[in-house]
């Protein structure tokens, strides 16, 4: 088998992966204990992953825990520091927010309490429509 073919294939899965999971932050582990079961090497996985970070399609996240990393999928979407996020404490679900209404909030913040907001680090906490329906049953 060509090395150049099984390697692509590798860098692929773990391209297959991110984005049937777009909605999703993972940290390298919980990757590797997807794509590994595939085939992929975890030197390939932490070479690939770095690079799409660097490229930007993939964006790196501070995990919950504050020390940690976390990985998500944004694709072409490369504009993910200027909008702010939503993630749900029930399933995870991180959701990239284009409202001109935060970016009024964040305009407010800064004029009138004298604080600069980083959108791309500023994650909202709560509850998707989904686990808010199911809360509900």
Sequence with gaps: ?????????????????????????????????????????????????????????????????????????????HACDHHFHLKCAGCGMLIHLECEQMHELKEHIRVHHQFSIDPASTVLYGLCADCCTREQV
Excluded: P
């Design 1 to 77: 088998m060509n090395s150049r073919v099984y390697h692509t294939t590798q860098q692929q899965a773990v391209m297959e992966f991110l984005r049937r999971n777009r909605d999703r932050q993972y940290s390298i582990a919980q990757i590797a204990q997807e794509v590994c079961k595939d085939g992929v090497g975890k030197s390939t996985l932490y070479r690939r992953i770095a690079q799409l970070a660097q490229e930007g399609s993939v964006r790196r996240f501070r995990g919950e825990d504050g020390r940690s990393v976390v990985y998500q999928y944004v694709g072409e979407n």
